[in-house]
């Protein structure tokens, strides 16, 4: 569950290689539209979903990480799922010792990445944002994500702070 794609943006609409990336250029995506259909790609929304649900159920208890909101009378693809906790990067090192892969995808905020400098002026300041961007990390998520792998972070989360 070893995961180590971070998101950071040189141009406006594009990731850092410089090319522009589209959602029918996302290999999973293109994998479900292409080869498996509509009929997959529902089962893989289930099955994330299922996982999110797992999660919310076992951490919505534990003091220390903050689980996604989610609407009542709404639905969630939850291509990623993002917990906020304020001691993000011990968390995250103790998961990857467990061999639980975590990422922060979006590790730096966007009126701070490159792509923006000329955009927004250098004192803009959006200390919500970047509180945010220092707590967030998204725990394994899709639809191979089995329910004893999802239990095993559960577990591990919830004994962080006893450790």
Known sequence: MKTTRQIFYGLIGTEASGKRVTNSQTPKRKHTENLCGRFYSHAYERKRNEAA???DRHLANVSFVEIPFRA??????F???VVRTAKRDDLKAYLGD???GTLVH???PIHKQPAYAEKLPAVVSQRQTETI???????PMYPELTDDQVEMVCKFVTSWDRN
Do not use: F, M
Not at 72 to 77: C, E, K
Not at 133 to 139: D, P, T, Y
């Open 53 to 55: 649900d797992y999660y």
């Open 72 to 77: 009542r009378n709404s639905t969630h693809v």
């Open 79 to 81: 291509h990623q799922y």
């Open 98 to 100: 467990h061999e639980i």
């Open 106 to 108: 979006y590790p730096v």
């Open 133 to 139: 961007a220092a707590q967030i990390l998204s725990l």
